[in-house]
């Protein structure tokens, strides 16, 4: 478990998003620490980067939307 060792979650995350570079799901993940507590123009990239593999409901509903109101309001 990685409790507050972000650096240690951005590594794994890293990772992940170049082991499954087609895998829309584990970017998001990605770019979601990155909105929470990681760098925000990051998460921008990572959440939009690869979207045009998702179907329009998939992009108007949760989780997708989620991130972009984090990110839109500052959090």
């Given at each position: 478990m990685i409790e507050k060792n972000y650096q240690q979650l951005f590594k794994n995350m890293d990772f992940e998003v170049a082991a499954n570079p087609d895998d829309y799901w584990v970017a998001f993940e990605a770019g979601w620490y990155n909105a929470m507590v990681g760098d925000k123009s990051k998460a921008v990239t990572?959440?939009?980067?690869?979207?045009a593999g998702l179907s329009e409901t998939d992009k108007f509903s949760m989780p997708y939307c989620s991130p972009?109101?984090?990110i839109a309001l500052g959090s």
């Open positions: 990572l959440l939009t980067e690869k979207q972009a109101i984090e």
